[in-house]
């Protein structure tokens, strides 16, 4: 990386105030405006991205995770070019619905049928619909800190303030947003998650309403926080003994901890899950996948779910170039991804400690995150509470300045376009910032 110590982002900054005038905020979404400086981006390839001020970076966000294989890898870039020279959207079959949809059964253990959306926020919509109507029942148990898009029915308890969680034994349900109605939440239960007692009580309590519990099974959207040991098969057990389905949404530990993402990774297998992001490398695509006779409900029990774009041409030719890469020799691509992940997190302890600052790293090689913390250990959503943000914050924008680029909680993912010589890069420029916030009172 050519090194730019005076990197300004002059135009990025006048852009958004153009930008302002006309799209509601500046950004396409709430969540880029958090970034330290909300970039605009001029282009991307391999680990790297370049903004109209002619800064590069090292990146880490990958536009939030899609880009599992890093910007422009050629195997996509040509996928999407021949698909974009014939129809983009049909409204009907195509051949290579089925053949994306046969290497997703072939991948991920719960997929006996699949079905595909755009967005990871709608598949979640299509698996609790499903859930409800196979078991006849109403209730969704899903968990504080667990993020599952941002509609009325789930956007809920995902990040409360401490003084809003209430009680650890019953969590009261916190709406996520303005605008969000009471009685949206009337069919949900908040409990802690990994902590089966609280999962047990619930059950004992609401097992004969309970259709589903959801989660990610990596707490990805809250400080990647990982699975206690034995956590996620005692939750499949008692899903099972009470007659309820478990969902883990995988929209970000799909196809980036492995091919056949956490489920795989531990052994458990869900009776649905949803699937988004790095499925196509970059273009939009979600995935709901689960027993047949759960997902055939849409053709024969009466679950409604439709979709202009569901299964576009240009999607599905990245999905189906994505996951062809992934797979190839035996996996290689993501197995190279997570150690580099390893590798970097390893080093970041070691450069925060050499600065005395209270790091903890928690997550996996391909996605994991930053926490200042005195606690020594983070198990549930409530531990991250204690997180120093005001610090996180500091490191985020000394990072930026340093040509790192970061999601703004403090998630790193990783791709298998990053290199050995990238992550030396990246621990470089990261004790540097870390030396200029240690220095800051």
């Known amino acids: 990386m050519t090194p730019q110590p005076s990197r300004t982002w002059t135009r990025s900054r006048a852009l958004l105030e153009k930008s302002r005038q006309s799209l509601a905020g500046g950004v396409s979404s709430p969540f880029r405006a958090k970034f330290p400086v909300p970039l605009y981006l001029t282009g991307g390839r391999g680990a790297r991205i370049s ?15 899609p880009m599992i294989l890093g910007y422009a890898h050629p195997v996509i870039v040509d996928a999407v070019r021949r698909a974009a020279e014939g129809a983009h959207c049909f409204g009907q079959q195509h051949e290579l619905e089925i053949e994306v949809a046969e290497k997703i059964c072939a991948a991920v253990p719960c997929a006996e049928r699949v079905a595909f959306t755009s967005s990871g926020s709608e598949a979640v919509q299509l698996a609790l619909r499903l859930a409800r109507a196979f078991t006849g029942r109403p209730r969704i148990l899903k968990f504080e800190g667990h993020y599952h898009g941002w509609m009325d029915s789930t ?30 939440a009337d069919n949900l239960l908040i409990a802690p998650w990994n902590q089966i007692d609280a999962l047990e009580a619930m059950f004992t309590a609401h097992g004969t309403e309970i259709a589903a519990v959801i989660m990610e099974p990596v707490l990805c959207n809250s400080g990647c926080l990982l699975p206690s040991a034995g956590y996620l098969q005692a939750a499949r057990n008692l899903c099972r003994q009470h007659g309820a389905l478990l969902i883990f949404d995988e929209v970000i530990t799909g196809f980036r901890m492995a091919l056949g993402g956490a489920q795989a990774t531990y052994g458990v297998t869900p009776d649905i899950a949803t ?19 759960i997902l055939d409900q849409m053709f024969t029990g009466g679950v409604a779910f439709g979709g202009t774009f569901n299964g576009n041409p240009l999607s599905l030719a990245g999905a189906q ?13 993501l197995t190279h991804a997570n150690q580099m992940g390893r590798d ?28 200042f913390t005195k606690r020594a250990e983070l198990r549930n959503y409530r531990d991250t509470l204690d997180d120093d943000a005001v610090m996180l914050q500091r490191v985020l924008a000394a990072a930026l300045a340093e040509g790192i680029h970061l999601i703004p909680d403090g998630r790193l993912y990783v791709s298998a376009a990053h290199t050995p010589a990238d992550i030396e890069q990246t621990v470089a420029n990261f004790d540097r910032a870390f030396s200029a916030v240690a220095a800051t009172p």
């Open 321 to 333: 170039a994505t996951l062809t890469e992934l797979a190839r020799n035996d996996g290689t691509a």
């Open 155 to 184: 956007l809920w308890s995902y990040h409360p303030r401490r003084e809003q969680v209430g009680p650890a034994d019953t969590p009261c349900a916190v709406a996520g947003s303005a605008g969000q109605v009471a009685n949206a």
């Open 275 to 293: 699937f988004g992001k790095a499925v196509a490398g970059g273009p939009p695509l979600s995935v709901i996948a689960g027993r047949a006779e």
């Open 344 to 371: 970097l997190m390893s080093a970041l302890r070691d450069a925060a400690r050499k600065h005395n600052l209270p790091l903890q790293l928690t997550g996996f090689g391909a996605a994991f995150s930053m926490h």
């Open 51 to 65: 903004d109209v001020d002619g800064n590069e970076y090292i990146d880490y966000a990958l536009a939030w995770g």
